[in-house]
């Protein structure tokens, strides 16, 4: 393999830019040419590549977003729009793709790889959502934005003895708010898996009042229902003093954490090790600390369900 390309695409997510940096540096350590797809697939039709060199990744491996940008391209789906992105690569003599992003990303390396470019998919959303790897690059760090935030906000709920309903990301995903809800000590947790009851959220407030509690904070996936919804029916039904923070796109941004940038260190090596072994359609993961690798196809096809015990543990904890 002499020429491989790299793109981001979907939602970016912290720690998008070291994956790339571990792309291109592993490629040129090989002796590979690479090139950079700017704006993910909507840059495979429009032939918008960049090249890549050791200094064109210098000083990214701590900055958020993607130097490569992304976005969400409908004409890539159809199969004229496949058939010139493939077209476009091969005519610059690009012999394999890193894609790195979510499902949607993953679904198109399937169907470039099909064409036959050899395809490898990093798994990058803050939402981990993608199956086979127990962490997708950017959860972590959005994970940490928004337990910040809890904690930022617990300070003046404590002082105006409030209740506050903070929503975060994930449509149809509960991981970030399980994750952010446990960390941040929340006293109801919602997520898009599990129903949620509004008596219930309720009863945990009144009792934590009863015991003297100054404050409630609740975690709200956007997947569920809106935060200002379920913070007017709490209103509604205790009359407490209750407020609403939407934390939406600040938890795609900011530097990575030392885990997403090692994650991502290691998952975009790898991706250009499984290209030069001559790997199709394959995604790197996580799973228990190794780096393993998998079919997309098949990966998509797999489960991947929240932890119910580290529901019911921040039930408990939050009693
Ligand atoms: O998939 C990542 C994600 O951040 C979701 O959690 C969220 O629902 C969605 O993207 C928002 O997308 P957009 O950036 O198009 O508003």
């Excluded at 209740?163 to 000590?185: D, K, P, Q």
């Amino acid at each position: 393999m002499k020429k491989i390309a790299v793109l981001t695409s979907g939602g970016d997510a912290p720690g998008m830019n070291a994956a790339i940096r571990a792309v291109v540096r592993t490629a040129i350590y090989h002796g590979i040419e690479i090139v950079g797809v700017k704006r993910g697939y909507a840059g495979l039709l429009k032939k918008d590549f960049t090249d890549l060199k050791i200094g064109s990744v210098a000083d990214i491996i701590q900055r958020g977003g993607t130097i490569l940008r992304t976005a969400r391209c409908d004409e890539f789906f159809t199969p004229e729009g496949r058939e010139s992105a493939v077209n476009n690569l091969k005519s610059t003599g690009v012999e394999g793709l890193v894609a790195i992003g979510g499902d949607g990303t993953f679904r198109g390396a399937v169907e470039i790889d099909k064409l036959g470019l050899p395809v490898v998919g990093i798994p990058g959303t803050i939402d981990n959502d993608i199956p086979c790897t127990q962490w997708t690059i950017g959860f972590d760090t959005a994970v940490n934005t928004a337990v910040d935030a809890i904690n930022k906000i617990r300070d003046t709920a404590t002082s105006h003895e409030r209740v506050f309903v903070i929503e975060v990301m994930g449509r149809h995903a509960g991981f970030i708010a399980l994750a952010a809800g446990l960390a941040g000590g929340a006293e109801s947790i919602a997520i898009p898996e599990r129903d949620y009851d509004i008596n219930e959220i309720v009863a945990r407030i009144l009792r934590g009042q009863k015991r003297g509690k100054l404050h409630s904070i609740i975690l709200v996936a956007e997947g569920v229902a809106s935060a200002l919804e379920i913070s007017q029916k709490i209103h509604k039904l205790t009359r407490l003093d209750t407020r609403v923070t939407i934390l939406g796109h600040l938890q795609r941004g900011g530097t990575p954490t030392a885990w997403d940038r090692i994650l991502a260190s290691k998952m975009g090596s790898e991706a250009v090790n499984l290209l030069m072994q001559g790997a199709r359609k394959r995604m790197v993961g996580i799973q228990g600390n190794k780096i393993e690798n998998f079919d997309i196809q098949w990966a998509l096809n797999q489960p991947h369900e929240i932890n119910m015990d580290d529901y019911i543990l921040s039930g408990i904890l939050a009693i």
